[in-house]
């Protein structure tokens, strides 16, 4: 019932900056929660940023001060821009959203495609 399209990600230089996109569309649908998580080759996914309905925030260690998420409520879409980047940075990019479907109101989670997001050293 919801789709996640994402765009923004490429390759960019130590230091500079990115910003990645993702767009929820569908039907019967209330978003929670939208994040975003990374998988670098050969590690497991995790968590780069979250942000509730409520608007508040969690980042992970590694992005803090360098990254911040936002959303726009109305368009129901989540931003990830990403300040000072590192080659440990490098990795494939995925939205996730939380979602209530309706009218059951019960929670279902979905995932983006993945957009790669290259630093070069």
């Known amino acids: 019932q919801v789709q996640l399209v994402e765009s923004g990600g490429g390759l960019v230089h130590t230091g500079g900056s990115l910003t990645v996109s993702c767009a929820a569309s569908?039907?019967?649908?209330?978003?929670?929660?939208m994040a975003w998580y990374r998988q670098a080759p050969g590690k497991q996914r995790d968590l780069v940023a979250r942000?509730?309905?409520?608007?508040?925030?969690n980042y992970a260690d590694s992005v803090k001060g360098r990254f911040t998420i936002s959303r726009d409520i109305g368009k129901n879409t989540v931003n990830l821009q990403m300040n000072s980047l590192q080659p440990e940075d490098t990795a494939v990019y995925y939205c996730?959203?939380?979602?209530?479907?309706?009218?059951?109101?019960?929670?279902?989670?979905?995932w983006g495609q993945g957009t790669q997001v290259t630093v070069s050293s």
């Open positions: 996730n959203v939380d979602a209530f479907i309706q009218p059951l109101g019960y929670l279902e989670s979905y």
């Open positions: 569908g039907s019967d649908f209330r978003i929670n929660a």
């Open positions: 942000i509730t309905s409520g608007g508040s925030t």
